[in-house]
């Protein structure tokens, strides 16, 4: 059983930035696959960024890339999501998951089998 708590989650104006931080428990974190989604309201939830047991690996939805940056520290069980230039259409709630190997198919939330309760993010002025 894996347990995962999202915090860093807030209020910031179009054009700033968060760090979004997943801590991990009840297994090796380093064995396992990190992946961030989110959900907007009346929307399905959305495939954001995957990142390996090592790190070697990313891989980013087209929405994000070049302004979303994803890292985990095995040492600290715990994997990071640095948000810059942050849009409103980026607001929604951010749900970490962790899953076992890293699937083919990383983007759908199906590949993942552990799941946090999510932080919500807001890009407002």
């Known amino acids: 059983q894996v347990q995962l708590v999202e915090s860093g989650g807030g209020l910031v104006q179009p054009g700033g930035s968060l760090r979004l931080s997943c801590a991990a428990s009840?297994?090796?974190?380093?064995?396992?696959?990190m992946g961030w989604f989110r959900q907007a309201p009346g929307k399905e939830r959305e495939f954001v960024v995957v990142i390996s047991r090592t790190g070697g690996r990313t891989d980013y939805a087209d929405s994000v890339k070049g302004r979303f940056t994803i890292s985990r520290d095995n040492a600290k069980n715990t994997v990071y999501l640095q948000m810059n230039s942050l849009k409103p259409e980026d607001t929604a709630v951010y749900y970490c998951?962790?899953?076992?190997?890293?699937?083919?198919?990383?983007?759908?939330?199906?590949?993942?089998?552990?799941w946090g309760q999510g932080t919500q993010v807001t890009v407002s002025s």
């Open positions: 009840g297994r090796t974190f380093s064995s396992l696959t």
């Open positions: 998951a962790a899953g076992t190997y890293y699937s083919g198919t990383y983007y759908s939330p199906d590949a993942y089998g552990y």
